[in-house]
């Protein structure tokens, strides 16, 4: 009997030492599915358009054919609230596919790396990465659009809103004519403070000015008080349902645009949540998305 139970123990431990050396499902490394290029079209991967303290940014690079004229190209900045996503989570470049645009589909340092302004600095290195090497991605450097949904949206926006205010610029010196073609906005944070102390109080702003929580600081990251005359072409989208980030925000950020007599188009989703929209609704956004380019001449 002795024995027997020796045994089992044996078995018994030899289980338990196996269980602990099977790796966890979070460790598995994750599934990216790969875009889908139309003929003709190359991918650069994972190609760095800037360094910071060890962080190596990277950007999926996505090209037309070369046909000896430059091309428009689409800088698209994922959503999360600053903490969370990646580049590898994007899709939906088919439309800019079938308009022979580029897309340069960039990654960003999220809070846990580094706290505002960390990625708006990075958002700018990309716009300036594409500016130096238009030549050999063959872009043109006049229709740049820079697009994003949510927290991407509110880069995108201060981005091509800074323009030529090279404040954010320091890690990527070198260019002194930034210019962006059009901005494409979808339930966009464009009042940091608001969002983080109105109606709907976000823990994600405090947490990602850090030390810098300050009415002053959230000024200087909230895309509509940069907003002037001459700001680029600006296309906006908002569910009118969204609990996450107020409607209010792209309302408030297209009323100024308007006021300063900056090309605007907004677009209300109705019943639209925080990117929970239907097949329908995002195929009617997508088509205004395409007609504003082709208004703005891109």
Same mark, same amino acid.
């Given at each position: ?11 018994? %431990?030899?289980i ?18 790969? *875009?889908?290029?139309?003929?003709? #079209? ?19 690079? /996505? ?32 439309? /800019?596919?079938?308009?022979? /645009?580029? *897309? ?8 846990q790396v ?11 290195c ?12 063959n =872009?043109?450097?006049?229709?740049? *659009? ?21 404040? #954010? ?17 979808? /339930?966009? =944070?464009?009042d ?7 109606v ?20 200087? %990251?909230?895309? =509509?008080?940069? +907003? ?11 569910g009118?349902?969204? &609990?996450? +980030?107020?409607?209010?925000?792209? *309302? ?5 645009? +308007? ?8 677009? &209300? ?7 929970k929209? &239907? ?12 007609? #504003?380019?082709?208004e703005?001449?891109?």
């Amino acid at each position: 009997m002795k024995k027997t139970l020796i045994i089992l123990l044996t078995l018994m %431990m030899g289980i338990g030492v196996h269980a602990q050396t099977v790796p966890a499902a979070a460790d598995s490394p994750k599934v990216v599915k790969p *875009v889908a290029l139309p003929s003709g #079209f190359t991918s650069q991967l994972n190609v760095v358009y800037t360094e910071v303290n060890g962080w190596k940014g990277r950007v999926d690079l /996505y090209l037309p054919p070369n046909n000896g004229k430059p091309t428009p190209v689409i800088i698209n900045i994922h959503g999360g609230g600053w903490n969370h996503g990646d580049k590898e989570s994007q899709g939906g470049f088919a439309l /800019y596919f079938k308009l022979g /645009y580029a *897309v340069a589909n960039m990654e960003y340092r999220l809070m846990q790396v580094a706290k505002a302004p960390g990625c708006v600095e990075d958002t700018r290195c990309m716009l300036i990465y594409l500016i130096k090497n238009a030549k050999a991605l063959n =872009i043109d450097v006049n229709k740049i *659009v820079i697009s994003g949904t949510s927290a991407g949206a509110h880069l995108a926006l201060m981005g091509g809103l800074l323009m030529n205010d090279h404040r #954010f610029d320091t890690n990527c010196p070198g260019v002194d004519n930034i210019k962006v073609a059009a901005i494409i906005s979808k /339930y966009a =944070i464009s009042d940091v403070w608001d969002w983080g102390n109105g109606v709907i109080k976000s823990k994600s702003v405090a947490n990602w000015l850090g030390a810098n929580n300050t009415p002053e600081f959230a000024k200087a %990251m909230s895309p =509509i008080f940069y +907003v002037n005359k001459n700001s680029p072409p600006t296309f906006v989208a908002h569910g009118n349902a969204d &609990t996450t +980030v107020p409607y209010q925000q792209s *309302v408030d950020l297209h009323k100024k645009l +308007v006021e300063m007599g900056v090309k605007t188009e907004f677009i &209300t989703v109705e019943g639209g949540g925080h990117g929970k929209w &239907t097949k329908e609704q995002n195929a009617d956004v997508d088509k205004a998305v395409v007609k #504003f380019l082709k208004e703005v001449g891109i």
